[in-house]
């Protein structure tokens, strides 16, 4: 798994899935079809094809890693709840945003009860349910849920943590429907974060600069200073 893991970073999936395959046969040998392994086995293949934009197998491998997690585990375990999660990013990527809906509150629910309302892994759910109702255009909804997880963040990984500058990255990109100034504010906040933790050369710090040189651009007309964020990204 270790290995296939490297390779699905580096965005080689064909080896990463040739790894996952080979961990998956070999736990379901020596574990067994319905252990917790053989579950993550599943789960990582699933996330591989959802990268591959394969979403009919990507929910087959996901869903044999959610039957074996409530059969084995139980409905309210957290690797459950990492299950529902990785559903839901695919329906999400589907375009099939009540489903998505749908799986991120399951997840959400026993995050809940599991981890504690001030959990990072609660966080996360707030946060991809937040991206969806922004998506769907109920934007006072997404702000709600976007701030929730920013709060968890700031409190419990500080002020300087990538996950914080994505809470950051999330608020300004629901503002960015109409309230600009708002928009360039969280940017920057999610701008001064990952320029430190990150650096200046990291994909993220580029998407930021990207947004920010548009909003500049499109909607604040000051075409020197867009120029200089799109230079950088």
């Not at 579950?39 to 087959?60: F, R």
């Amino acid at each position: 798994c270790n290995i296939g893991s490297v390779y699905s970073i580096q965005g080689d999936y064909p080896k990463a899935l040739e790894y996952y395959f080979k961990a998956l046969e070999i736990y379901k040998k020596v574990l067994g079809k319905e252990h917790p392994h053989t579950a993550t086995s599943y789960d990582y293949i699933g996330i591989v094809y959802n990268h591959q934009g394969d979403y009919p197998e990507a929910l087959e491998f996901h869903l044999k890693a959610l039957n074996i997690r409530k059969i084995v585990l139980g409905e309210e375990h957290q690797d459950t709840a990492s299950s529902y999660n990785n559903i839901g990013y695919v329906y999400d990527n589907q375009g099939d945003y009540p489903k998505a809906l749908e799986y991120y509150f399951k997840a959400l629910d026993i995050n809940e009860k599991v981890l504690g309302k001030g959990h990072p892994g609660t966080a996360i759910s707030y946060c991809n349910i937040g991206s969806v109702y922004s998506i769907q255009g109920d934007y006072p909804k997404a702000l709600e849920l976007h701030f929730k997880a920013l709060d968890i963040r700031e409190k419990v990984l500080g002020k300087e943590h990538p996950d914080t500058a994505v809470s950051y990255t999330c608020i300004g990109s629901v503002y960015i429907q109409g309230d600009y100034p708002k928009a360039l504010e969280y940017y920057f906040k999610a701008l001064n974060i990952t320029e430190k933790v990150l650096g200046k050369e990291h994909p993220n710090t580029a998407i930021l600069y990207c947004n920010i040189g548009r909003i500049l651009c499109n909607h604040q007309r000051d075409y020197s200073k867009a120029l200089e964020y799109e230079f950088k990204a």
